[in-house]
């Protein structure tokens, strides 16, 4: 029976908590911009000046994080009978018959993956032996920010890559006869 596929979406309600800030930059923004059009002094313009430059990067980037989390509703890793897919552009879709070892590291929040040496060759091309011995892994699919239930993911993990080594087992002993 086949495993039911794990989509991992963001958390969308812990970035509510990012609204109240990116509100208190476009305030300082705009109290910022309003010292530069009002005061003559060279010194209060210069400091409204790195002022308004700093609070619209920082409050850009708060706002345009809320705005894609809230718009975002798609899956950002598949975990399916396919392979692991990271579709947020990180490693993309790792089939299970390329993967060596997977093991969900709860401390860095992480899914780390080891490529086995049978695997596609510009799949290989791609890992770094320095990151393997730095890691233990040669990719790392981050899951900071995602919705999930641990327990339950690494059960999906094992029972996926426990699947994948029988059906190569099967698929060796096919060839062998």
């Known amino acids: 029976m086949p495993l039911k596929p794990i989509h991992l979406r963001r958390r969308r309600w ?7 800030f990116t509100v208190a930059m476009l305030a300082t923004f705009a109290y910022s911009v309003f010292l530069l059009i009002v005061i003559d002094e060279r010194l209060v313009k210069l400091i409204a000046g790195v002022g308004a430059f700093a609070t619209f990067c920082i409050g850009g980037s708060l706002g345009k994080t809320v705005l894609d989390a809230l718009y975002d509703l798609e899956p950002a890793v598949i975990v399916n009978s396919e392979g692991l897919d990271d579709v947020r552009g990180g490693t993309g879709l790792v089939f299970w018959h390329e993967i060596e070892s997977v093991k969900l590291d709860m401390d860095e ?38 919705s999930y239930y641990p327990h339950g993911l690494k059960q999906a993990l094992a029972e996926h890559q426990r699947k994948a080594a029988r ?7 096919r060839a062998d006869l």
């Open 14 to 20: 812990t970035l509510f908590f990012t609204i109240p």
């Open 109 to 146: 929040q992480q899914i780390r993956v080891k490529v086995a040496a049978r695997a596609a060759p510009d799949r290989r091309a791609l890992v770094s032996a320095t990151r393997r011995l730095f890691t233990g892994a040669d990719y790392s699919i981050d899951l900071h920010g995602l």
């Open 167 to 173: 059906r190569r087992a099967r698929n060796v002993a």
